[in-house]
């Protein structure tokens, strides 16, 4: 071979080698190209799946069980209370004894008592400026609540109205805030509101009565106690509102457009069909400890957070049911099972696959694969079927008594939307509009 030939044999096998290594890092960059793309997919994917972030803060102690309201005394010791303001309702606590024997055991320990009581269902404004005027006037340094949810939350908004500057309902209506309050527990005598360990408290303005919900960490009670068996003594209405607020507690958490929360999702399952089981055997027999305690646990699970954990809440039905109890003073749980079915119907075809679920899982209902809206609107019928079943109403006018009135209406949905400046829910935001349609619904 030449000295040429050898030198274009060396260019051709060159330009060859050249070729195959443009062929070899085509494919590698087609290969790397489509791999990434994958990753990309697999990243949003992943991301829309992922469990959403969330804080979870729990504070209270809680002592359960018979006869834990021995404790009282030791409890508001170790919080700090010195002189306590104790805070509770109507008189079934004092009927029952309980309201004398927890004060026998505080100053039978050397803590000084201040009393105030009158709180109603839907507590009024009124009697919380009396009860931070007393604080002030006494030198309170802790609340007991001895009661329900309405005693519990007037008791809140005292501890925030004594140690904020200002009218204590600016807090209410978006006008301050307030990050410190005089600290607070409660002997509870109601399964229902969750208010023992929530981070809220809803107060009724009796000037208009708008009923308005304000809150933060620094409100959550130091300690609940709680014994079933005072809670033998409640009416089967109250006992039944209460069921129907726990379990729309845990609704308004699971009715969310997220996607992975299995875990919460399960909890909150259990919670609901446990809460439905039970509620048959304590209206049969109020003095089932066995049940009593089981909903008087459900209540505080359904409301302290734990069904909410990487949720979306929605909250909807709270805030059209806040509006109900501020115009006609009916019972909150009431309200709530008024107007649940017709929130549903109107904004269940916004994720049809959750309204199945819980129709499923929740309530019973036999899936039907072929026709998943009719498995969903066949799960609201069953929860009608149950708030029937424990005496609750599915209806305003079940609810009032009587029909409500186009104006009565308007207004409701003027309120419920801050005067049109908000719109409320998150499943399905609702308008001005949509909360006047939801209300036409459930009259
Ligand atoms: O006032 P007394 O005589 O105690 O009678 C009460 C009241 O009439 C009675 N009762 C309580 N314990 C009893 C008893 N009767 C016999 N035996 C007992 N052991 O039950 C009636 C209702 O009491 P209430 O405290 O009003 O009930 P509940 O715990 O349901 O509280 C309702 C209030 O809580 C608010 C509601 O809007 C309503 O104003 N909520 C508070 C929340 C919170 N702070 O986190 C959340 C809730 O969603 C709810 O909005
Ligand atoms: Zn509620």
New binding site residues.
């Given amino acids: 071979m030449g000295a040429l030939t050898a030198t274009l044999f060396c260019e051709q096998a060159a330009k060859a080698a050249d070729a195959k290594i443009m062929m070899m890092s085509f494919f590698i960059a087609r290969f790397l190209f489509l791999t990434s793309k994958i990753i990309i997919i697999f990243v949003i994917i992943n991301n829309s799946l992922k469990m959403k972030d969330f804080v979870y803060f729990a504070p209270t102690e809680v002592v359960f069980g018979k006869k834990s309201e021995e404790q009282v005394a030791s409890l508001v010791k170790k919080y700090g209370g010195h002189k306590v303001l104790v805070h509770?309702?109507?008189?079934?606590?004092k009927r029952?004894g309980l309201l004398d024997k927890t004060i026998g055991l505080l100053n039978g320990s050397g803590i000084q008592t201040v009393l105030l009581g009158g709180?109603?269902?839907?507590?009024r404004l009124s009697l919380v400026r009396e009860g931070i005027d007393l604080c002030k006037r006494e030198g309170v340094d802790f609340i007991l609540s001895v009661?329900?949810?309405?005693?519990?939350?007037s008791a809140?908004a005292i501890a925030y109205g004594v140690r904020y500057d200002g009218d204590v309902w600016d807090l209410f209506i978006g006008k301050g805030e307030c990050y410190e309050c005089l600290p607070m527990g409660c002997v509870l005598?109601?399964p229902?509101?969750?208010?023992e360990m929530?981070s809220?408290?809803?107060i009724t303005n009796e000037d208009g009565n708008l009923?308005r919900?304000y809150g933060n960490e620094y409100c959550r009670q130091k300690f609940a106690i709680m014994n079933p068996e005072?809670?033998f003594?409640?009416?089967a209405y109250?006992t039944a509102?209460?069921v129907t607020?726990m379990i729309m507690?845990t609704m308004e958490r699971y009715f969310s457009q997220d996607d992975d929360m299995t875990l919460t999702d399960a909890v909150a399952e259990a919670l609901m069909r446990t809460m439905m089981d039970e509620v048959f055997n304590v209206l049969k027999d109020p003095s089932d400890y066995r049940a009593r305690a089981q909903i008087m646990w459900g209540g505080t699970l359904a409301?302290n957070d734990i069904t909410g954990c990487g949720t979306t809440s929605d909250w909807a039905t709270?805030q059209l049911e806040?509006e109900l109890?501020g115009m006609f003073d009916v019972?909150?749980?009431a309200g709530l099972a008024a107007i649940w079915p017709s929130w549903a119907r109107y904004v269940y075809k916004e994720n049809v696959s959750r309204f199945v679920r819980f129709a499923v899982n929740v309530m019973g209902v036999t899936n039907d694969f072929t026709d998943p809206e009719g498995t969903a609107l066949r799960g609201i019928e069953a929860m009608e079927r149950f708030y029937h079943a424990i005496g609750m109403p599915v209806s305003i006018k079940e609810l009032i008594g009587r029909e409500i009135t186009d104006e009565e209406i308007e207004e409701l949905a003027l309120t419920c939307s801050w005067f049109g400046k908000s719109t409320q829910g998150r499943f399905k935001v609702l308008s001005k509009a949509d909360m006047a349609a939801i209300y036409r619904m459930a009259r």
Avoid: E
């Fill in positions: 509770y309702g109507g008189g079934s606590a029952s709180v109603v269902p839907n507590p009661g329900g949810g309405s005693v519990i939350d809140k005598t109601i229902a509101a969750g208010s929530s809220g408290t809803v009923k919900d005072r809670t003594t409640l009416p109250q509102a209460g607020d507690h409301h709270h806040h109890s019972t909150h749980g």
